[in-house]
């Protein structure tokens, strides 16, 4: 039965190749030792992990779980960001609470199946009647997910939806003020406009911030205004996609700025590189942020899927481990670099503590059969374990029957002749 406290993982290969034993107690790592030398515990409780490899379980920094599984019901055609948003807009009118926490229930789960255990999700406050239908049908989603993942709301509110509706999600139990200012008229406007309601509340900001690969910057406004706001009231900006292609001293002026302000950058490559470029079909640029100038700056970075199957992106894996693996192709980043920022790097951006196969830290673990990180990011299979405040939450077992090949016979010197 699931979910089950779990208190010893035995025989876990971590990712810098030493083979060890794992004690946990309650919600928290208390020993890791070599293989073999933790004491016996109660079966029911231990799991033998040996042919996995143990790392620390993955966030999702960036989700749209009220916009998941949408694409076959939506059947939009495939574009630009300007031609998902008028899509997703046309389709919105006719969705209900149930219509919108089904799919978001089903896309969670399937996020937890996979090895993700806390997910910031946006939801959108909908211009037209009923408004709140989205943030109403999440909270009740993460009512009923709570004892299986952390998930964390944020209001996205577009330029043209009153403050009282952004107010009006977060009474109804929104975490952070969201918006996208780059789609504004006067995106400075909008930005100061959602970041004076999250100053006023006490609340932290997640910004869709500068989503595209010209025109005019946020950042550093996004940044002054930021920069003497309390540990309690976290700032993190999404996609910053216009960082990819401003020249160096304009990105280093702009990574000062978020360096002195400590925000996080959140990259979204899945959506990104589908999203982005549309306009230039010769030499098209990869749409993703500045990741190596920004871990080289020591900025808080993590990465995350964004859209899955709709408008914004028709595929997606839900799958921390699909977004590592474009970190790596299209990145450029290490393999060790790339599961950092979807693991790591992600928590530290969404203010959760640390977690991990470490002594003190929280037991949020995810276990994948293979011989190494570079194999489980190559093949990701789906052979896991998935742990959640120290508890085993889900588990998938994969069974493969391939034919065998013909036997092989050397051929005689004759019959080469």
């Known amino acids: ?87 997703w807009q046309e389709y919105s009118a006719v969705m209900t609470v149930e219509s919108i926490a089904d799919r978001a229930r089903e896309q969670a789960l399937t996020m937890l199946r996979n090895g993700i ?26 009512e009923e997910l709570r004892d299986l993942m952390d998930i964390e709301l944020v209001a996205l509110a577009g330029p043209f939806v009153p403050s009282d509706r952004v107010e009006l999600a977060l009474d109804l139990g929104v975490d952070l003020v969201g918006g996208a200012p780059h789609l504004a008229e006067d995106p400075i406007a909008d930005l ?3 970041l004076e309601i999250a100053e006023r509340r006490g609340v932290g900001v997640d910004i869709h911030t500068d989503e595209a690969l010209e025109g005019q910057t946020t950042l550093l406004e996004f940044a002054r205004i930021v920069r003497d706001w309390p540990a309690t009231q976290p700032a993190s900006a999404g996609h910053c996609v216009r960082l990819g292609t401003l020249d160096t001293a304009e990105l280093d002026e702009v990574i000062t700025a978020i360096r002195a302000s400590d925000i996080g950058i959140i990259s979204l490559p899945i959506t990104n590189l589908y999203l ?19 871990l080289d700056a020591g900025v808080r970075v993590g990465a995350g899927a964004d859209n899955v199957r709709d408008p914004f992106n028709p595929v997606g894996r839900s799958d921390a481990l699909e ?17 950092s920022m979807v693991s790591a790097g992600s928590r530290s951006v969404m203010s959760l503590p640390v977690a991990g196969p470490i002594v003190g830290a929280k037991a949020e673990l995810l276990a994948v059969r293979g011989t190494g990180l570079s194999d489980v990011i190559a093949n990701a299979s789906a052979d896991r374990f998935v742990i959640h405040a120290g508890r085993l939450v889900a588990h998938s077992t994969v069974t493969y029957a391939v034919a065998a090949p013909a036997p092989y016979s050397p051929p005689t010197l004759l019959e080469t002749r």
């Open 276 to 294: 982005q470029g549309w306009q230039h079909p010769v030499s098209t640029p990869r749409g993703l942020t500045a990741l190596r100038a920004l």
């Open 192 to 194: 100061a406009r959602l």
């Open 323 to 339: 977004t590592a693996s474009l970190l790596v192709t299209a990145g450029h980043l290490t393999l060790d670099e790339a599961y």
């Open 117 to 142: 255990t806390a997910i910031r999700c946006h939801v959108d406050v909908l211009t037209g009647d009923e408004p709140m239908r989205g943030v109403e049908a999440l909270v009740r989603v993460r």
């Open 1 to 87: 039965m699931l979910p089950r406290p779990i208190s010893l993982l035995r025989g876990a290969l971590l990712s810098d190749g030493s083979l060890c034993d794992v004690e946990i107690a309650g919600d928290t790592v208390v020993s890791v030792l070599p293989a073999g030398d933790a004491p016996d515990a109660d079966p029911d409780a231990t799991l033998d992990l040996t042919g996995f490899v143990l790392l620390t379980a993955p966030a999702e920094p960036h989700a749209h779980l009220d916009k998941a599984l949408s694409w076959d019901l939506i059947n939009p055609p495939m574009g630009d960001l300007g031609l998902a948003i008028r899509s």
